[in-house]
């Protein structure tokens, strides 16, 4: 036999308040573990990296070179190129 129980509304709130906290403090001690995120590079410093004029990057961009778009500029991580130029060289 199933027991139904009614419970007032602040009832309610007080049990997931403390269903909350309790989430909230057992967590509190683990912290995510952080990579230090690579730093973007611009398409001056890139192209400077390659030896390369930033003519020839925008060629390279435009055959599939990664990059990103940020707020209407455009910025490479080091690592995605240089994945990228070791990928089409064994093609």
């Known amino acids: 036999m199933t027991n ?3 419970l007032q509304e602040e009832d ?3 049990i997931l308040k403390e269903s ?6 057992g967590s509190a001690g683990v ?3 952080m990579t ?3 730093p973007l590079l611009s398409r001056q410093q890139i192209a400077a990296e390659l030896g390369i004029s930033l003519v020839t990057l925008t060629d390279w961009m435009k055959k599939g070179l990664p990059y990103l778009r940020l707020n209407g500029r455009v910025y490479f991580k080091r690592s995605e190129v240089i994945a990228s130029m070791n990928h089409n060289r064994l093609k």
């Open 4 to 6: 139904i129980i009614i």
């Open 12 to 14: 309610i709130k007080r």
């Open 20 to 25: 909350i906290r309790e989430e909230l403090q």
């Open 31 to 33: 912290q995510p573990k």
């Open 36 to 38: 230090p995120e690579e």
